[in-house]
Each structure stands twice: as C-alpha cells, then as structure tokens.
C-alpha cells in the first residue's frame, strides 16, 4: 500500500510563506504525477478538493490561477517528496492541503494538513 506522509502547514500571518512537505512510501515514478489539492472551510466532500498545484516526471508544473505566481511546485525524486512553497498568503488560502499521487489511473491520498491564514 503507498503511502503518503504530509508536513509542514500551520498559522500564519497574510503575506507570509509557508512550505508543505509530501514523502510517498516507494519510488516517485517518472509517469507519476505528483499533485497538491486543498479543501476550503465548509467544504466537505472529496469533490470539492480543488486542484492547486501539479508536476509531471519531466518537471512540467501546472498551476491553479488563484495561486500562480505565488505557489512554487517542486519534486526530489532521491527523496520521494514533493514540496509546495507558498508565498504571500492571502486569507482565501485558508484550507486543509492534501498531496496526491496519480500512478496509472490509481490516486492516492496524504492525511491533510491544515493551512490558516490570519491575521
């Protein structure tokens, strides 16, 4: 079973940075695609989980336009993680973040990690 261990996260305060670690439990494959997902308040279905960031194996990134320019999505694949840097936060980033793996039509999940900012 693949497994996908989250960090980092927490409060901060608007315009300030913040940056997400996801270790996945086997190699990162070259035709994976690593993904970061977020879950506003009062959203609590799986289907609402927005897109936020994405990168392909040959480190094409994909950005949501709410965060492009701000957000920075990266992969080491000598450590099995992908990062989410996050800058300039705005209180709309409020969310639970989750990491995502696509591997030949199957997702997996990390647990969430929460993101507040505030003031």
């Known amino acids: 079973q693949v497994q996908l261990v989250q960090s980092g996260g927490g409060l901060v305060q608007p315009g300030g940075s913040l940056r997400l670690s996801c270790t996945v439990s086997?190699?990162?494959?070259?035709?994976?695609?690593m993904n970061w997902y977020r879950q506003p308040p009062g959203h609590e279905r799986v289907d609402e989980r927005e897109l936020v960031a994405s990168i392909t194996g040959n480190n094409r990134p994909y950005y949501d336009h709410s965060v492009n320019g701000r957000f920075v999505i990266s992969r080491d694949n000598a450590k099995n993680t992908v990062y989410l840097q996050m800058n300039d936060l705005k209180p709309e980033d409020t969310a639970i973040y989750y990491c995502?793996?696509?591997?030949?039509?199957?997702?997996?999940w990390g647990e969430g990690t929460q993101v507040t900012v505030s003031s």
């Open positions: 086997r190699t990162i494959f070259a035709t994976d695609t």
């Open positions: 995502n793996l696509g591997s030949q039509l199957t997702y997996y």
